[in-house]
């Protein structure tokens, strides 16, 4: 039985990145999706947080309340869910093209690409 509770919400958490990161970025690592406050190099600790809403840049329309994706290859969001991840609610619309949109990070998905 756990008795030490580390992250009482698990709003923001340090994780190791597995590709270099700019903080204010969109990361994905392992099952969480989120938006980095540090920078880190590949191996290093970065902190993301997984809560809020944050206005980065996305490609592609979206709707407002429609989801926004990331693509593992570089963390960058798109509306196209093809191949790519669950990130997190748009709080906006937003025509074709890259333009910065506010976006909720979802905090957790699964490990499964869209396949919409």
């Known amino acids: 039985m756990a008795k030490n509770q580390r992250y009482t919400h698990n709003?923001?958490?340090?994780?190791?990145?597995?590709?270099?990161v700019e903080s204010g970025s969109p990361v994905k690592i392992g099952q969480y999706v989120g938006v980095a406050q540090t920078k880190a190099a590949v191996g290093e600790k970065v902190t993301v947080w997984?809560?809020?809403?944050?206005?980065?840049?996305?490609?592609?329309?979206?709707?407002?309340a429609g989801i926004v994706y990331i693509?593992?290859?570089d963390n960058t969001l798109t509306a196209t869910a093809t191949g790519n991840y669950p990130f997190g609610v748009a709080n906006a619309a937003k025509g074709a093209g890259t333009a910065v949109l506010e976006v909720a990070p979802f905090g957790k998905i699964t490990n499964t690409a869209a396949l919409a």
């Open 11 to 20: 709003r923001h958490i340090a994780l190791t990145a597995d590709k270099a």
């Open 71 to 73: 693509k593992a290859s």
């Open 50 to 64: 997984l809560d809020g809403s944050y206005d980065v840049p996305v490609t592609g329309a979206v709707s407002e």
